[in-house]
Structure formats: C-alpha cells, structure tokens
C-alpha cells in the first residue's frame, strides 16, 4: 500500500507523490548527521503531521498532532523499527 502525504527529511521536502512502508523503513534507518528528523503531514491540511527526531543511535522522539487546535503529542522510542511502525499507523488511521 502507498500513502499521499508529503515528506520532508531533514529540512528538505522531498517532492514525492506517495510514500510506502518500505521506503518508510529505509528514510528512518537513514537518520543522522546534523539535523536528524523526518516529518510526514497530511496533503489536505497542513496542521495535520507525525514527525520525529533522532536523538541518540538507539533513541528517538516522536510527535504528532491532529490539526490546529490539538497539542502535539509525544513519545520516545527505542528503534527505528518502532518509529516507522508509529508512523504507518499514524498514515492508515488518517486513510480511514
């Protein structure tokens, strides 16, 4: 399955038209250097977005929020594997 939704990696928007789970797994994998985060929003509404940030090789923080006036909330995990498992729930509850 793919998702429409935009991505944006490390500071730069990707441009992508959909995203799989696969290619999921290989952005978060790939986290590092000076600005190590990955943000996924909803197309329709731009205040709609999960995003997260690798804070240690085995420690990373998750966000999301549900639109304008929702508080993000926020987790931390420990694998990248639980970050894109996150993030995949995140994008099929909001296909619904």
């Known amino acids: ?10 500071g730069d928007d990707l441009g992508i038209p959909y995203l799989t789970k ?25 205040l709609q ?8 090789p085995d420690d ?3 966000e999301y929020r549900a639109g304008a006036d929702a508080d993000i909330v926020s987790t931390t995990v420990d694998t990248p594997g639980a970050v894109v498992e996150a993030i995949w729930d995140w994008i099929q509850e909001k296909a619904r």
Request: aromatic share 10%.
């Open 60 to 62: 990373f923080t998750v």
């Open 49 to 56: 977005f999960i995003q997260t940030y690798r804070n240690a």
């Open 1 to 10: 399955m793919r998702a429409a939704v935009t991505l944006d990696v490390s």
């Open 22 to 46: 696969p290619m999921l797994d290989l952005w978060v994998h790939a986290l590092h250097g000076p600005d190590p985060f990955l943000v996924v929003g909803r197309i329709d509404d731009d």
